[in-house]
């Protein structure tokens, strides 16, 4: 009987919502592991070794220029924009709080599209000039926006927000008592930011370049349309040009490695230290008035990132869609449309349905292990679409040869691919790449739901599901949503894994966006560029001002007098 109770002991107690759980958690998981393993028994291919010899060096030391240049500009505006707005006082910075953000419904390859038009040989800088100073062709030189720095520029003034949002988070958060204590101390301005805020701020810094990276090594529309050789390129080719299966899971490994470097680099950087915050005073800063001249560079500071990152590539998009828009615009876009649109929600519908299983099952759980699945599930978003493009078709693909043949064998009749030839493919590829985001936002709103309402649900004999259907879904309704929106938007702009995967005849805006620009139909492809930017404009928008009206609800600090020298005024 002792043996017994101890064998039981054991093994954890699963229901069946942690059953649930590790179900989910596995089915999102298989795509990378489907990659790993097709790269051990595959072998090496004839593909590869002529990739390895050839392409495979540029690959990395284009990857190599993409992730330093990223890293190096994203931190720095990041970091600026942050200390701006939230230590100093300017005119305009409760606007440029919110509207700083707004570059992340700018996707990158769309931003692209619109600086190409705009700064080619016959676009309206260069032919500006020409005009003006009565150039001829041969008589200037002027940058190439397609190379590898201008993939960087691209990503750069698109992804800063991602540091941005975090820094300030981190500046707002701990700036109160230790910049107090650190003048007590008799630090000024200068040495309180490089002594105190921007150490502390260092863990959300990092946070914020590492998702930054990873978004970098997910892109193909940018690289792609730039002529750019990078492993997402690289794994496009070998999967359609070469049909070279091992070959296109070999270098996803690789870029794969490149993510997981990405990670491990961002743990070990941190080594043993700590950046808790010991002080008790916790309120908003107090922020430093700007003199007239201090605060007119403090705007021009702000507003460059959200002119280049946003405002200017709309604008563009804005007039190529008005002036030489789509010609197929009537019915042929409306039919993209609804593709999109229907992705979309499926996909964030099921994300959100997903993500409240998980995240419930890790609640209700007494044993870590549904905590450890859902952190299986967040590795999802660190893995590039390409990646796990290839790492779906390879299982699904099976399968549905699987299914085919056993149909035939009982019903005579072959009924083609069933799931590779749908949309099924393509919605299970878009939750193992976003789940995460839903699941993310759903653990934090559902974790501060206090225990004692569960309690007081099983006193009035509610069971676990209807606990959570009577009492926790309508306390998260308002976060449901936002997960729901936030997946709905990262679908719609999602380009490799549609391109991979999309059914025949099968388009969305993203993928006519992307052919008629690699077609040098820059002006047919603002209109559906400029409708994926105007989908992706409204959660952004609702999210950063409610971002903005939560963090007002701290004490109003007083503020300083004038700042009237440099030395005083940051």
Known sequence: ??????????????????????????????????????????????????????????????????????????????????????????????????????????????????????????????????????????????????????????????????????????????????????????????????????????????????????????????????????????????????????????????????VVLVLVLEFSSRGRARFNNTSRQQGAPMRIRLSTPLGLLAVVACFVPLLLGFLLPAGLLLNMALVDGDAQFGPRFVGLARNSFVLAAVTAVLAVGLALVLAYAARLARTRLPHAFNRVVGLGYAVPGSVIAVGVLIPVTRLDNAIAAAWLEVFGVNPGLLLTGGIAALVYAYLTRFLAIALHTVESSLGKVTPSMDDASRILWHGKFSTLRRVHVPILRGSLLTAALLVFVDVMKELPATLVMRPFNFDTLATQAHTLAADERLAEASTAALAIVAVGLVPMIVLSRQIVKQRRRAPTPLDVAPATSPGAAV
């Open 1 to 258: 009987m002792k043996d017994e109770n101890t064998t039981r002991r054991r093994w954890p107690d699963l229901s069946p919502l942690t059953l649930a759980a590790l179900l989910i958690a596995v089915t999102i998981a298989l795509p990378v592991i489907s990659v790993f393993s097709n790269v051990l028994v595959g072998g090496t291919s004839d593909t590869w070794a002529h990739l390895a010899a050839t392409v495979l060096p540029d690959f990395l030391r284009n990857t190599v220029i993409l992730c330093v240049g990223v890293g190096l500009g994203v931190s720095s505006i990041g970091i600026v924009c942050a200390w701006l707005t939230t230590m100093l006082d300017f005119p305009g910075r409760r606007f440029f709080e919110w509207a700083l953000v707004l570059p992340l419904a700018m996707p990158a390859y769309v931003m692209a599209y619109a600086y190409t038009d705009f700064l080619q040989f016959v676009g309206p800088v260069q032919s500006g000039l020409r005009e003006l100073f009565g150039w001829g062709a041969r008589d200037y030189w002027f940058p190439d926006v397609r190379t590898v720095g201008g993939a960087v520029a691209m990503f750069m003034f698109v992804l800063y927000p991602y540091v941005y949002l975090l820094a300030r988070t981190a500046f707002l958060e701990r700036a109160a008592g230790m910049l107090e204590a650190g003048r007590s101390l008799g630090l000024g301005p200068w040495r309180c930011f490089a002594q105190v805020s921007l150490p502390l701020a260092r863990p959300a810094i990092v946070a914020g370049t590492s998702l930054a990276l990873m978004e970098t090594l997910a892109d193909y529309g940018t690289v792609a349309y730039f002529g750019v050789q990078t492993f997402t390129t690289g794994i496009y080719r070998a999967w359609f040009s070469l049909g070279d299966r091992t070959a296109a899971a070999q270098l996803s490994a690789l870029l794969l490695g490149f």
